[in-house]
């Protein structure tokens, strides 16, 4: 499939052939081609943005992962303790129990600007903790962001033109580039209902 780029990180499960893997999957900082085992599932979590993994430096998987050994269809090994697998039921209470023995924590500035709010820094400081939390530059996470908007409009069959002037894009070539940098598809194939290869985690959000 067509991974398109995301400013988020994701803790992923799947399962091939009777074996269990477990990895936590950085950020994406431009769209790519993901292979996807045949028969295999996946399952997995992902973490708002700011939210990290300290043992783990974010920016250092961006546009990687890092695979976490020993994984059974029941337990894996995370940070010295044994963890079961999540599921779709219990996911919020596996990731409340990760926050209480401090696997995952959260930046509070770089929180607070994604909610609005001017924190009392300087922008130099800002950007390095964005850096820092995200793996990601602030630019780099609002473009993500809007080509991830641009390409919903246009599965929603809105026109290209219209969709420059929603989000701000200078002309429908600076769509189009970032469509396929970000998304690894023009606006035609976006627009088209034949079959074609999926694109990961596209929607609204």
Do not use: C
Not at 12 to 29: C, K, L, N, T
Not at 112 to 134: I, K, N
Not at 147 to 155: E, F, G, N, S, T
Not at 156 to 165: F, K, M, T
């Amino acid at each position: 499939m067509t991974s398109i780029a995301t400013a988020h990180w994701d803790l992923v499960f799947w399962e091939h052939r009777g074996q269990v893997s477990v990895a936590v999957q950085g950020p994406e900082s431009r769209a790519s081609e993901a292979p996807v085992p045949e028969d295999a599932t996946f399952f997995g979590i992902s973490f708002a943005l700011g939210t990290s993994m300290p043992h783990l430096p974010i920016d250092r998987l961006v546009d990687g992962s890092a695979e976490i050994p020993d994984a059974t269809r029941r337990s894996f090994w995370l940070k010295g303790s044994a963890w079961r697998l999540p599921g779709y039921d219990n996911a919020e209470a596996f990731v409340r129990r990760m926050v209480r023995e401090g696997i995952v924590d959260v930046d509070p500035i770089v929180a607070g600007v994604l909610r609005g709010a001017s924190p009392d820094v300087s922008e130099r400081t800002l950007q390095r903790r964005f850096v820092t939390a995200t793996g990601l530059t602030r630019g780099a996470i609002r473009q993500i962001d809007r080509a991830r908007k641009a390409a919903v409009l246009i599965q929603e069959n809105v026109p290209a033109h219209d969709v420059v002037h929603r989000l701000g894009y200078f002309d429908q070539p600076h769509l189009a580039r970032s469509l396929t940098r970000y998304i690894g598809r023009t606006a035609t194939q976006l627009s088209d209902r034949g079959p074609s290869e999926p694109l990961s985690l596209l929607y609204k959000t």
